[in-house]
C-alpha cells in the first residue's frame, strides 16, 4: 500500500487551509475603521501613540510595519485590518497543524502513513479548521483592527507549541521548544492576556506525557499549572515593574539622582541577576536552575515591548491615555486601575449604593500618586491619598459578590428581583414613615412597581430602612443564569447552534437570543417562529445551524475522551479556562455596553477541535459497516455539512466590504463645524470619539477641530493633553494649573 510522508503532506494542507481562510478573510474585511476600539488602535498603531489600559503595543509596533505598505492615509485602516486578516489565517494553520497532530496519536505512530490514515488525519484537520473559519465570533474578529485575532493567533501557537515540546520532551531540542514558549508568553502581554489562558493546558500536557497518573499527582499538576499562570500573570510581572518604580522614587527622592536613574539601576540589575543565575546553573551543572532562569528571561524578552509605552508617553503624543511616563503609573495602566475595582470571592454588593456610608469607618486610604516635580527635582504625592476614598458599608460586603455594580442596581433588581427591607429600629415609631412603607410594600405585591421605581424609592428612603444585601444564593442565581447561561452559553450557542439577530440582548426574547432553525425548540423558548416582521425574518445575522456543529462537537469530545484520555484532560481544560473560567474572572455588570463574543474565541477555537474529531468518529464508525472509500465519501459529505453551512449562512452579515459607516459619520460631525473656528466638539463614548480620532489622526481630516471626551475630561491626564496644541487645534485655554486639578486634589469645582 502506497506510503505517504507525514510531516510533509501536513505542511502542504495546512498551508492550503491557512490560504483559503485568508482569502476569505480579504474579501470580507473591512476598508476603513470600524466602531468601538478599532479606530483607536488604527491610529495608536500607525502613530504608535498610547491607548487604553492595558495596552497593546506589540500589537501596535507590527500595525505599524503593516500601515507602511498603505500608499494615501485613507488606506492605513484597510492596512491595519490585513494585520488581524492574516494573524487569523496563522490562527487556522496552527489549528489545522493542533489537530493534526493529536489526531495522529490515534490514527498511526509512523511517519509514514497509509491513505486511509491520510484522510483520517487531514480530514479531520480540515472540518475542524474551516468550521473555525467560519464561526460568527472568529469571523468577526478577523476582520476589523482589534486585538482579538492577534490574541487568538498567539493563543493556538502556544497550544501548538505545547504540543510540540512534549513530543521532543527526550529529545535534546525538547528545552528549546520550553524557551520558545516562554517568549511567546512573553508576547502576550504587547497583545491581549488571553493568550496566557493557554499555560494550564500546555502545563497539563507536559504532566501526562511524563508522568502516569494518579489521583494525588493529576491534581497536584492541575494546581501547579493554574499557579503557574496565576505567577506568571499577577505575580511576576506586577512585581517587576512595582520594583521599577519603588527604587526609581528612591534613587530620585533619596539619593537625590536625575530621574529615571532609579529605573535604569533596576534594569541593570535585573540583566546582573539573570547573568548572575545563569553563570551559577553552569558552574553547578544545575539544569533546573538554568532552565528556570532561561524561561523567565525569555518572558521578560517578549515583555519588553512594553518599553514602547512609557518611551511614546514621554513624547506627548496627541492620543497619550493615563500618560503612563514612568515605572509607577506604567504599573497603574497593567493593572487597570483606572477602571473600577472588581472582587471575585469577597467584596461589596450593589446594594451598598442604598447604605450609606460606613458608621465605622466611612473612608480608607487611596493609593499615593506620584508626580515629577521638575521644580524640586522629586517626585511629589499629589494626592491626599489618606483616608482619601469612600469605604465600602461593611453591612454590604459579601462572599461571591457577582452583582457588584451600583451603577447596574436598576438592571440587577429587575434581573434577580427586588431586596428586602425593613424600617430602622429607631424609625419604627414614626407613624407616616410606616404608612408610607406599607403602601409602597402593597403596591409591590400589586405588581405595580418598577425596578426603576424600586430603585428610587431605596434611594429616596434609604437612611430610614435596612436594606438587605443580595444573599449568596441570589448571587450564585445571577451568576448561573446571567454570567453564564446569557454571557457565555448563548454566545457558545451563536457559534455552534445559531443566532436570532445582530441586536444586543437587553433581556427579551426578540432580540439577541440562540436560534438553531428547529422549530419546535425555538418556539418553545422564544414563541411563534412564522410570519415574523421583515426586520426579524430577514435580518442578515438570523442563522440557523440545525445543531449540526454542536452535535459534531459532542461526537468528538465523546472519541476524544474513550480514545485518548491524556489529550482528553489539557483540552478541556483550554476549553474551561477559555470560557466559564474567563467569565468567572471577569465578573461582568449585567447589560454591558456591547456583546462580549468577541473574548470568547479561545474557547470555540478549542470546540472547533473537538468537531475535528467527530470526523476520525464518524469515519471510523462507517469504515467499520462500508469500508474505507464509501466511508471516506459519507463522512466527507456529512462533515463538510458544517463549515458550508456555516459559510452559506454567515458570509452576508460578516461581510464589511463595503462598509463605511463609522468614517462617514465621523465626517458628518466635522463637516457640520465651520472651518479653522477652533471649534470644539464634545463626545462621550467610544463609538464617537474613536471614529473622530482616526478622522483626525490618520486621514488628517478637520484637524482644527478639537475633540473632547467627556468621560475623560475628569482625569488630570487629559486635562493636561487638552491644553497643549494638536495639529491645527490650539491648546484649550484654561485658569487651572495642574496642580490645582491633579488626581485626588479636589473631588469637583464649583462655579458660582
Excluded at 253 to 274: D, R, W
Aim: charged content about 20%; proline content about 3%; hydrophobic content about 40%.
Amino acid at each position: 500500500m502506497r506510503k505517504i510522508n507525514y510531516s510533509s503532506a501536513n505542511t502542504i494542507f495546512g498551508v492550503i487551509v491557512s490560504i483559503f481562510s485568508f482569502v476569505v478573510f480579504s474579501l470580507t474585511v473591512e476598508p476603513t475603521a470600524s466602531y468601538w476600539d478599532c479606530a483607536e488602535y488604527i491610529s495608536t498603531s500607525a502613530k504608535l501613540q498610547v491607548g487604553h489600559p492595558p495596552g497593546a503595543p506589540l500589537f501596535q509596533m507590527l500595525g505599524a510595519i503593516f500601515s507602511t505598505f498603505a500608499l494615501e492615509s485613507d488606506q492605513i485602516a484597510f492596512a491595519v485590518n490585513m494585520m488581524s486578516v492574516s494573524s487569523s489565517a496563522l490562527t487556522i494553520l496552527f489549528l489545522f497543524w493542533s489537530i493534526s497532530h493529536l489526531v495522529k496519536q490515534i490514527v498511526s505512530k509512523n511517519q509514514n502513513i497509509s491513505l486511509t490514515e491520510s484522510f483520517k488525519i487531514f480530514g479531520s484537520s480540515s472540518l475542524g479548521a474551516l468550521t473555525f473559519t467560519f464561526t460568527d465570533s472568529f469571523w468577526y474578529n478577523a476582520v476589523e483592527a482589534e486585538v482579538y485575532a492577534m490574541a487568538s493567533l498567539i493563543l493556538s501557537l502556544l497550544f501548538w507549541l505545547g504540543l510540540k515540546w512534549t513530543e521532543d520532551l527526550d529529545k535534546p531540542r525538547g528545552d528549546k521548544w520550553l524557551i520558545l514558549i516562554s517568549f511567546v508568553i512573553g508576547l502576550s502581554f504587547g497583545v491581549h492576556f488571553m493568550g496566557l489562558l493557554a499555560i494550564p493546558a500546555v502545563g497539563l500536557l507536559y504532566y501526562f506525557k511524563k508522568y502516569d497518573f494518579n489521583l494525588k499527582s493529576f491534581l497536584l499538576a492541575n494546581v501547579i499549572s493554574i499557579s503557574i499562570l496565576l505567577f506568571i500573570f499577577k505575580l511576576l510581572l506586577p512585581t517587576t515593574l512595582s520594583i521599577f518604580g519603588y527604587v526609581e522614587v528612591f534613587f530620585v527622592n533619596e539619593i537625590g539622582l536625575p530621574f529615571n536613574y532609579g529605573t535604569i539601576f533596576s534594569a541593570i540589575l535585573l540583566i546582573l541577576t539573570v547573568y548572575y543565575l545563569l553563570n551559577k546553573s553552569f558552574k553547578k551543572n544545575n539544569y533546573m536552575l538554568n532552565t528556570i532562569t532561561l524561561c523567565i528571561t525569555f518572558i521578560f524578552i517578549g515583555f519588553s515591548s512594553w518599553l514602547m509605552i512609557p518611551i511614546r508617553s514621554n513624547a506627548n503624543t496627541v492620543i497619550n491615555e493615563n500618560a503612563p511616563s514612568d515605572a509607577r503609573s506604567l504599573l497603574a495602566y497593567y493593572n487597570l486601575e483606572q477602571y473600577p475595582d472588581t472582587y471575585l470571592f469577597r467584596g461589596p454588593m450593589y446594594s451598598d449604593i442604598y447604605s450609606g456610608q460606613d458608621e465605622d469607618e466611612p473612608y480608607k486610604d487611596d493609593k499615593p500618586k506620584y508626580e515629577r516635580d521638575y521644580k524640586k527635582n522629586k517626585y511629589v504625592i499629589v494626592n491626599d491619598w489618606k483616608k482619601g476614598k469612600l469605604n465600602n458599608n461593611k453591612k454590604h460586603i459579601g462572599f461571591f459578590p457577582r452583582m457588584w455594580s451600583s451603577e447596574n442596581a436598576v438592571n440587577y433588581l429587575d434581573f434577580t428581583g427586588f431586596l428586602d427591607f425593613s424600617i430602622k429600629n429607631e424609625f419604627k415609631g414614626q407613624d407616616q414613615l410606616i404608612e408610607l412603607v406599607n403602601q409602597f410594600k402593597s403596591s409591590v405585591d400589586s405588581n405595580d412597581i418598577t425596578s426603576e421605581e424600586y430603585h428610587q424609592f431605596l434611594s429616596t428612603y434609604g437612611s430610614y430602612l435596612d436594606i438587605d444585601k443580595p444573599s449568596l444564593i441570589a448571587n450564585l442565581k445571577y451568576f448561573l443564569l446571567f454570567q453564564v447561561n446569557k454571557m457565555y452559553v448563548r454566545y457558545f450557542l451563536w457559534n455552534f447552534a445559531g443566532r436570532q439577530n445582530d441586536i444586543q440582548w437587553r433581556g427579551g426574547t426578540e432580540n439577541g437570543n440562540w436560534l438553531s432553525g428547529v422549530d419546535f425548540i425555538d418556539e418553545y423558548r422564544l414563541g411563534p417562529q412564522k410570519n415574523l416582521p421583515t426586520d426579524f425574518s430577514e435580518n442578515k445575522a438570523r442563522n440557523t445551524y440545525y445543531f449540526i456543529p454542536l452535535i459534531l462537537g459532542l461526537i468528538g469530545l465523546m472519541l476524544l475522551y474513550k480514545k485518548d484520555v491524556k489529550n482528553f484532560w489539557p483540552l478541556f481544560v483550554l476549553f474551561l479556562f477559555t470560557g466559564l473560567a474567563l467569565k468567572f474572572y471577569l465578573n461582568e455588570r449585567i447589560y454591558e455596553p456591547r456583546e462580549r463574543d468577541y473574548a470568547l474565541v479561545g474557547s470555540f477555537y478549542t470546540f472547533c477541535i473537538f468537531i475535528g474529531y467527530s470526523f476520525l468518529s464518524i469515519f471510523n464508525f462507517i469504515e467499520k459497516k462500508f469500508g474505507s472509500y464509501t466511508s471516506l465519501v459519507i463522512t466527507s459529505i456529512l462533515c463538510l455539512s458544517c463549515p458550508l453551512i456555516l459559510a452559506t449562512n454567515n458570509w452576508d452579515d460578516h461581510d464589511r466590504s463595503n462598509r463605511y459607516t463609522a468614517q462617514s459619520l465621523a465626517k458628518a460631525y466635522l463637516d457640520s463645524i465651520d472651518e479653522d473656528k477652533q471649534a470644539i466638539i464634545y463626545t462621550i463614548g467610544d463609538n464617537d470619539t474613536f471614529a473622530l480620532w482616526y478622522a483626525q489622526e490618520i486621514e488628517n481630516y478637520r484637524t482644527d477641530v478639537r475633540t473632547i471626551n467627556t468621560s475623560l475630561l475628569a482625569t488630570d491626564w487629559y486635562m493636561d493633553q487638552m491644553k497643549r496644541k494638536a495639529y491645527k487645534s490650539d491648546p484649550v485655554l484654561s485658569n487651572l494649573e495642574h496642580s490645582q486639578y491633579a488626581y485626588g486634589n479636589r473631588d469637583y469645582i464649583k462655579f458660582e
